[in-house]
């Protein structure tokens, strides 16, 4: 492998690595912090990309797509957890599971109805259409650079929020300490809510921003949701910054892994979730 070749490679794990946190961030927030198993959470991803997909058309741009369904999004996330979730955070896993499995099947019978079975493909904005070249013969798409750069700017946003604001103060209070931190007067139900909301509209806008370069199709939030878990496991349940370490690195394994050696390359992100889980089984980090 040259060194065109290996750049290329290691920013397309990068591109994949930072998708990959936008959506294991809003399942981590949601488990971590809310206790809620959630299997619907590629449902979230796939519904951005429809999203995407149909406002895309109506519209006739891209970014302004992104913005209505990420508000959008978020304003499913506030109503699901008025509506659903706020009753089960009390109850058992296995009955969040048994809820969130079925909000799957809602979820794909929902866009059957609404927009078919389909393949669709997303046109990706003009000024974006281009590539950098690296070589005589290799260049590099500018979409997936601002893929990388949408992602880092949400990661920072998220970063702030929780570690610099009120808001992510009452936050990390409340995953610490629910009833201690109702006792001291703050809205809990209130703050879950904002999370949940938050969680969905990450969701949603990974899956917005990927929709032109992986299209857009039935079922397409099943493979990610699995990858999701394994990166939030790796990194820890409830840790936004393992996450984020556990994505990147779930992103090298992956891609390198299909260019070096495909013969094995499906298998070894899970063997890298083996080994994480073998010598720390609380992950890489604590929550």
Known sequence: MDFANFLIQLLN????????????????LIFGIMGVVNLAHGSFYMLGAYLAWSFAGTFGSLFVAIVVGA?????????????????????DHLDQVLLTFGLIYIFEEV??????DDVHAVQMPEMLNWSIPLTDTLSYPVYRLFMSGICILLAIGLY????????????????FNRDMTEALGVNIRLIYSVVFALGVGLAAIAGMIAAP???VYPGMGGS?????FVVVVIGGIGSVRGAFIAALLVGLVDTFGKVLIPQIAGMLV??????????????????
């Open 13 to 28: 794990s990068l591109q994949y690595g930072l998708l990959l946190f936008m959506l294991a961030a809003g399942l981590t």
């Open 71 to 91: 508000a959008l999004s978020i304003l499913l996330g506030l109503v699901l957890e008025w509506s659903l979730f706020r009753h089960f955070y009390k109850r």
């Open 111 to 116: 866009r059957s109805l609404l927009w078919g």
């Open 160 to 175: 702030l929020l929780i570690s610099k604001t009120r808001l992510g103060m009452k936050i990390r209070a409340g995953a």
């Open 213 to 215: 370069i992986s299209s």
């Open 224 to 228: 990610v949701l699995i990858m999701c």
């Open 270 to 287: 899970y063997m890298l979730m083996a080994a994480v889980l073998l010598y720390k089984p609380e992950g890489l980090f604590k929550q």
